[in-house]
């Protein structure tokens, strides 16, 4: 959510077919390496979804040197899904059949199930917090707005060869006492399901959509369809992982294979994630979509009648992708914007972490008054956001695709839990889009430019840090943050501001590379904060706790200053002007913060010459003296700008010459300002 | 054949124009005293800071937020205090303006303060008088912009809710100038007849105003329509040609601007001064 190489020999497909379908089925053996195609422009006869790998032992987490092979990921999950939407009453109606395989290497005999829509109601964990805290598009204090609320009711719930345990759902709250929150419940069965067994849910559920917030919703005949259907949790670790939906929570869930049905009225143009395989005509003024999709982890979809479907389309080193923008009316403007930054956030993936594999992209763009609709990732799957009067150097709605197509790596396929480690596709992504916006829109302009005003995206990300640097640590759980204002701060700014850093550390090059191995490592798995860190230290070739200590687990402040520079004679009792003078020249930098980090300083002499200078950073405080015949005239740690974390820049140098012509500008433009001010003012009199 | 009041007013403008001069040189002192606790403290911050050279050649917006978000930089309290100062200067100095341009001769300074004095508390009722017609506009205007909000969420339209303000907008403006100038009529009307009730003045400026819209209007309009096209053109020069560290030109233009926005007011003052001795004196026994 936006607050929101190597080149691959093997090229591979990505389409649902019982053809592949059989070959992946039986591949006890090696699982072939198939060849992607390009999809067939029309609307196919809908194949049977791909299903699950019956493969009595998952593949492990992928090679990162060999061909990437389907199955991409260890399918736990097969969901097919049929769904009526009502445009009228907000309301969809549906049907679930969810195969679930048994990996835990364990019997199950629990299971637990997210609801999230029911976090749309008053006495929910999600809106309570929300009301405390605050969240993206509502304040905290905000009141409760009745057209927010949202529901989910299971209306039967069986188990294929168990029979109907409706009656058995219980909600429970594994994060507080809230026991007003029906965001998550439990099913206990009658027998366990066997270690490598399957075991087949039949529900039927009913969904009442809220007014458009967090990311779900409807606004007039638009409907942004995510996180509507009931989820079995994540056996992750031990146990099961399914926790109730937070203000500042997103989602986790395991691999596997969708085949879903949506019925809408027949003049809706539809979206989703996945490959749309067919439409059929029904009698009674609606049509079914079917879409499919494998190696994926959630299923979202949207519908409107006044989309405007562009196509477009990009190939990458795993093959053609098939680009679906899908336009409001009044944002035309936008359409090209958009799809330059989506191509080149695919060219830059691709070429720098490595392949995407999925062969369809589709772009949502939410209509006015439905930007809580925008800015939010699913697999395959994106929503945007932009306005009519959106001028083009402010490079917000580039920006926002950017980051939601990055989360298709990190968070699509490197799948960690975002409730406990909200760091790792966020902030990780939040890091990735900086790299792509400076290639894309150039270094220092890469989110305005406008006129001479430019602003950096990395820059953005950096003062949303300096605005709570140290309240949480990035572990944290994403609901345990002092405020909502500070998971932002912390999970997007911070760790794009540490990673931006220790890039600094151990070079982009092997910054480049480290990213790479991570994603090629743990792509379609469910990787931690460790697994990455690991990684960094792995691929750098050295250990960087050091580094992590402080600024992942840690809360402590980066920030050096040049405290003072100085020059007074050798001979200080002599005369001034004597020839051959010689002067000590002494620069005192001072650590100001608790952050330890070793520091360059680069020292001007008034005859041009440059002085750098190292520190470890560790004591309080350091002097670098020299005799020359020439006076200091400036000192800069850091001169490169490779300290991102240190929270002051201005302190980081220290000149003899007063630098008179910023200040003097500022001066220039706030005094013309008032004086304008107070002209307007004096039309009171 | 005489000239348009408004005309006049311009010629009005000119003989008189130390009026603007001096009035110009308080606004312009006045601000950048009220600039320079803000300017030493960012000086105090950046002054010996080679990061700040970030801010001369472009202007980069990220490093003056960064600066702003420094607590040693002065939040701005005389920024924001200066045109409540400026404000009541003007009051001050409006009773002696309209008596210059009336009589059309320089005053001299105890005259011209005597005058401001005279009519000081007279004008500062006639504002609170006009704050009071003002707060049921607000109001309308809080009211049109939820509306226009509510319009940009709902409607099917993109741009409803912006057409709609906009054009709400241009509304208001107008009423805004409707309502100046007859306040700017009954200030006139207090100095030209030395009258003590602010609510008598009132009353005939309205009158007045209403009897002849067509013309004061006009008059007034087409001076702030001056104003604003000048601003307008100034600020894109600015945009376009003028480098970001030619600080001097940047100055200078800002200058211009805030001098003939000045000058454009203190001409709508004189040719309502005009018109009301052409209009009203010339069929009014004396």
Same mark, same amino acid.
């Given at each position: 959510?936006?607050?929101?190489?190597?080149?691959?020999?093997?090229?591979?497909?990505?389409?649902?077919?019982?053809?592949?379908?059989?070959?992946?089925?039986?591949?006890?053996?090696?699982?072939?390496?198939?060849?992607?195609?390009?999809?067939?422009?029309?609307?196919?006869?809908?194949?049977?979804?791909?299903?699950?790998?019956?493969?009595?032992?998952?593949? &492990?987490?992928?090679?990162?040197?060999?061909?990437?092979?389907?199955?991409?990921?260890?399918?736990?999950?097969?969901?097919?899904?049929?769904?009526?939407?009502?445009?009228?009453?907000?309301?969809?109606?549906?049907?679930?059949?969810?195969?679930?395989?048994?990996?835990?290497?364990?019997?199950?005999?629990?299971?637990?199930?997210?609801?999230?829509? =029911?976090?749309?109601?008053?006495?929910?964990?999600?809106?309570?917090?929300?009301?405390?805290?605050?969240?993206?598009?509502?304040?905290?204090?905000?009141?409760? =707005?009745?057209?927010?609320?949202?529901?989910?009711?299971?209306?039967?719930?069986?188990?294929?060869?168990?029979?109907?345990?409706?009656?058995?759902?219980?909600?429970?709250?594994?994060?507080?006492?809230?026991?007003?929150?029906?965001?998550?419940?439990?099913?206990?069965?009658?027998?366990?399901?066997?270690? =490598?067994?399957?075991?087949?849910?039949?529900?039927?559920?009913?969904?009442?959509?809220?007014?458009?917030?967090?990311?779900?919703?409807?606004?007039?005949?638009?409907?942004?369809?995510?996180?509507?259907?009931?989820?079995?949790?994540?056996?992750?670790?031990?146990?099961?992982?399914?926790?109730?939906?937070?203000?500042?929570?997103?989602?986790?869930?395991?691999?596997?294979?969708?085949?879903?049905?949506?019925?809408?009225?027949?003049?809706?143009?539809?979206?989703?994630?996945?490959?749309?395989?067919?439409?059929? +005509?029904?009698?009674?003024?609606?049509?079914?979509?079917?879409?499919?999709?494998?190696?994926?982890?959630?299923?979202?979809?949207?519908?409107?009648?006044?989309?405007?479907?562009?196509?477009?389309?990009?190939?990458?080193?795993?093959?053609?992708?098939?680009?679906?923008?899908?336009?409001?009316?009044?944002?035309?403007?936008?359409?090209?914007?958009?799809?330059?930054?989506?191509?080149?956030?695919?060219?830059?993936?691709?070429?720098?972490?490595? &392949?995407? &594999?999925?062969?369809?992209?589709?772009?949502?763009?939410? &209509?006015?008054?439905?930007?809580?609709?925008?800015?939010?990732?699913?697999?395959?799957?994106?929503?945007?956001?932009?306005?009519?009067?959106?001028?083009?150097?402010?490079?917000?709605?580039?920006?926002?695709?950017?980051?939601?197509?990055?989360?298709?790596?990190?968070?699509?396929?490197?799948?960690?839990?975002?409730?406990?480690?909200?760091?790792?596709?966020?902030?990780?992504?939040?890091?990735?889009?900086?790299?792509?916006?400076?290639?894309?829109?150039?270094?220092?302009?890469?989110?305005? =430019?406008?006129?001479?005003?430019?602003?950096?995206?990395?820059?953005?990300?950096?003062?949303?840090?300096?605005?709570?640097?140290?309240?949480?640590?990035?572990?944290?759980?994403?609901?345990?943050?002092?405020?909502?204002?500070?998971?932002?701060?912390?999970?997007?700014?911070?760790?794009?501001?540490?990673?931006?850093?220790?890039?600094?550390?151990?070079?982009?090059?092997?910054?480049?590379?480290?990213?790479?191995?991570?994603?090629?490592?743990?792509?379609?798995?469910?990787?931690?904060?460790?697994?990455?860190?690991?990684?960094?230290?792995?691929?750098?070739?050295?250990?960087?706790?050091?580094?992590?200590?402080?600024?992942?687990?840690?809360?402590?402040?980066?920030?050096?200053?040049?405290?003072?520079?100085?020059?007074?004679?050798?001979?200080?009792?002599?005369?001034?002007?004597?020839?051959?003078?010689?002067?000590?020249?002494?620069?005192?930098?001072? +650590?100001?913060?608790?952050?330890?980090?070793?520091?360059?300083?680069?020292?001007?002499?008034?005859?041009?010459?440059?002085?750098?200078?190292?520190?470890?950073?560790?004591?309080?405080?350091?002097?670098?003296?020299?005799?020359?015949?020439?006076?200091?005239?400036?000192?800069?740690?850091?001169?490169?700008?490779?300290?991102?974390?240190?929270?002051?820049?201005?302190?980081?140098?220290?000149?003899?010459?007063?630098?008179?012509?910023?200040?003097?500008?500022?001066?220039?433009?706030?005094?013309?300002?008032?004086?304008?001010?107070?002209?307007?003012?004096?039309?009171?009199? | 054949?005489?000239? /348009?009041?408004?005309?006049?007013?311009?010629?009005?403008?000119?003989?008189?124009?130390?009026?603007?001069?001096?009035?110009?040189?308080?606004?312009?002192?006045?601000?950048?005293?009220?600039?320079?606790?803000?300017?030493?403290?960012?000086?105090?911050?950046?002054?010996?800071?080679?990061?700040?050279?970030?801010?001369?050649?472009?202007?980069?917006?990220?490093?003056?937020?960064?600066?702003?978000?420094?607590?040693?930089?002065?939040?701005?309290?005389?920024?924001?205090?200066?045109?409540?100062?400026?404000?009541?200067?003007?009051?001050?100095?409006?009773?002696?303006?309209?008596?210059?341009?009336?009589?059309? /001769?320089?005053?001299?300074?105890?005259?011209?303060?005597?005058?401001?004095?005279?009519?000081?508390?007279?004008?500062?009722?006639?504002?609170?008088?006009?704050?009071?017609?003002?707060?049921?506009?607000?109001?309308?205007?809080?009211?049109?912009?939820?509306?226009?909000? /509510?319009?940009?969420?709902?409607?099917?339209?993109?741009?409803?809710?912006?057409?709609?303000?906009?054009?709400?907008?241009?509304?208001?403006?107008?009423?805004?100038?409707?309502?100046?100038?007859?306040?700017?009529?009954? #200030?006139?009307?207090?100095?030209?007849?030395?009258?003590?009730?602010?609510?008598?003045?009132?009353? $005939?400026?309205?009158?007045?105003?209403?009897?002849?819209?067509?013309?004061?209007?006009?008059?007034?309009?087409?001076?702030?329509?001056?104003? $604003?096209?000048?601003?307008?053109?100034?600020?894109?020069?600015?945009?376009?040609?003028?480098?970001?560290?030619?600080?001097?030109?940047?100055?200078?233009?800002?200058?211009?601007?805030?001098?003939?926005?000045?000058?454009?007011?203190?001409? #709508?003052?004189?040719?309502?001064?005009?018109?009301?001795?052409? /209009?009203?004196?010339?069929?009014?026994?004396?």
């Amino acid at each position: 959510m936006r607050r929101s190489s190597r080149s691959y020999p093997m090229r591979f497909r990505y389409f649902i077919s019982l053809a592949s379908m059989a070959l992946v089925a039986a591949a006890a053996a090696p699982s072939l390496t198939a060849k992607r195609q390009a999809r067939p422009e029309t609307a196919k006869p809908a194949p049977k979804a791909a299903e699950p790998s019956q493969a009595p032992s998952p593949p &492990p987490a992928q090679s990162i040197s060999g061909p990437l092979t389907r199955p991409f990921s260890v399918r736990v999950v097969a969901y097919e899904i049929n769904a009526k939407l009502d445009p009228k009453k907000k309301t969809i109606d549906a049907t679930e059949t969810l195969r679930y395989h048994n990996l835990t290497g364990q019997p199950l005999d629990t299971f637990p199930f997210h609801l999230y829509l =029911n976090a749309f109601q008053p006495q929910s964990t999600f809106m309570t917090e929300v009301h405390q805290m605050g969240t993206r598009g509502t304040d905290s204090g905000s009141g409760w =707005n009745p057209a927010h609320y949202g529901a989910i009711t299971v209306k039967s719930f069986a188990i294929e060869g168990m029979g109907d345990i409706t009656s058995q759902i219980q909600f429970i709250h594994p994060d507080d006492q809230n026991v007003n929150d029906r965001t998550v419940f439990q099913v206990k069965l009658p027998k366990p399901v066997a270690p =490598n067994d399957w075991v087949t849910f039949q529900i039927a559920f009913h969904d009442q959509l809220p007014e458009v917030m967090e990311r779900t919703g409807y606004k007039r005949d638009f409907f942004m369809v995510g996180q509507w259907f009931p989820k079995v949790g994540v056996w992750w670790h031990g146990a099961w992982n399914c926790h109730q939906f937070h203000a500042n929570t997103e989602f986790f869930a395991d691999f596997g294979t969708y085949d879903v049905h949506i019925t809408v009225p027949v003049n809706y143009i539809t979206g989703a994630v996945g490959d749309k395989v067919s439409t059929t +005509r029904n009698p009674d003024g609606t049509k079914t979509v079917t879409y499919q999709a494998a190696d994926i982890h959630d299923f979202s979809w949207t519908a409107s009648p006044r989309f405007h479907d562009v196509e477009d389309s990009w190939t990458g080193s795993a093959g053609l992708v098939h680009i679906h923008l899908l336009m409001s009316p009044g944002h035309e403007s936008t359409t090209n914007r958009y799809l330059h930054a989506l191509k080149g956030a695919l060219s830059y993936f691709d070429k720098t972490y490595g &392949p995407y &594999p999925y062969d369809t992209i589709t772009v949502v763009d939410p &209509p006015n008054g439905a930007l809580d609709a925008g800015g939010m990732e699913y697999p395959t799957l994106i929503t945007a956001g932009t306005s009519w009067w959106m001028p083009k150097g402010v490079l917000e709605p580039e920006v926002v695709v950017v980051h939601e197509f990055g989360h298709q790596y990190w968070y699509g396929m490197v799948a960690t839990n975002e409730f406990e480690d909200a760091w790792l596709d966020e902030g990780i992504n939040t890091y990735s889009e900086v790299k792509v916006m400076d290639a894309l829109y150039g270094p220092g302009r890469s989110a305005l =430019n406008i006129h001479g005003l430019t602003a950096s995206d990395g820059e953005e990300q950096r003062l949303s840090y300096l605005s709570l640097p140290d309240t949480d640590p990035l572990t944290r759980f994403a609901w345990q943050y002092m405020n909502s204002q500070a998971y932002g701060a912390v999970t997007y700014g911070k760790t794009a501001t540490m990673l931006l850093t220790l890039e600094g550390v151990i070079g982009e090059q092997t910054m480049q590379r480290a990213m790479r191995t991570y994603f090629l490592r743990y792509r379609f798995s469910h990787p931690t904060g460790a697994d990455f860190l690991n990684t960094l230290n792995e691929v750098a070739g050295q250990n960087l706790s050091w580094y992590f200590d402080q600024a992942v687990s840690g809360t402590n402040i980066l920030d050096y200053e040049v405290l003072s520079i100085r020059s007074s004679g050798v001979k200080w009792w002599e005369p001034r002007g004597k020839g051959g003078t010689l002067y000590d020249d002494t620069v005192l930098i001072h +650590r100001k913060g608790d952050f330890v980090f070793p520091i360059q300083v680069r020292v001007r002499f008034d005859d041009g010459k440059i002085v750098n200078a190292q520190w470890d950073g560790r004591d309080r405080w350091i002097r670098f003296s020299y005799v020359r015949p020439d006076q200091v005239i400036s000192a800069e740690i850091d001169p490169e700008h490779k300290i991102w974390l240190d929270r002051n820049f201005f302190n980081n140098s220290r000149t003899t010459d007063f630098q008179g012509l910023a200040v003097g500008k500022l001066a220039v433009y706030y005094q013309i300002l008032d004086q304008w001010a107070a002209q307007l003012v004096a039309w009171l009199s | 054949m005489r000239t /348009r009041a408004a005309s006049a007013g311009f010629g009005l403008l000119l003989r008189r124009q130390y009026l603007l001069w001096w009035i110009f040189a308080v606004n312009f002192v006045l601000a950048a005293l009220a600039t320079l606790p803000t300017a030493l403290s960012m000086a105090g911050v950046m002054g010996h800071s080679l990061y700040s050279n970030r801010l001369v050649t472009g202007f980069d917006v990220g490093v003056l937020i960064e600066l702003l978000m420094r607590p040693q930089v002065n939040g701005g309290t005389t920024l924001a205090l200066f045109p409540l100062v400026f404000l009541v200067f003007m009051l001050l100095v409006e009773g002696g303006i309209l008596v210059s341009y009336r009589q059309d /001769r320089r005053l001299g300074t105890g005259e011209f303060f005597g005058a401001g004095g005279k009519f000081f508390w007279r004008f500062v009722r006639l504002m609170v008088c006009m704050l009071a017609v003002l707060v049921p506009l607000f109001f309308a205007w809080g009211a049109l912009s939820n509306w226009s909000d /509510r319009l940009s969420s709902n409607s099917p339209n993109p741009y409803a809710g912006f057409q709609l303000e906009l054009s709400g907008g241009v509304i208001f403006l107008l009423v805004f100038l409707a309502l100046r100038l007859w306040f700017d009529m009954a #200030q006139v009307r207090l100095v030209a007849t030395e009258e003590r009730s602010v609510l008598r003045a009132l009353r $005939w400026a309205l009158g007045t105003t209403l009897r002849s819209f067509g013309s004061l209007y006009w008059l007034f309009l087409r001076i702030s329509l001056t104003s $604003w096209i000048v601003l307008v053109v100034v600020v894109w020069i600015w945009m376009n040609f003028v480098p970001h560290e030619h600080m001097g030109l940047s100055f200078l233009l800002g200058q211009f601007v805030l001098l003939f926005w000045l000058a454009a007011r203190l001409w #709508q003052r004189a040719g309502e001064t005009v018109w009301y001795e052409r /209009r009203i004196e010339t069929v009014l026994p004396n």
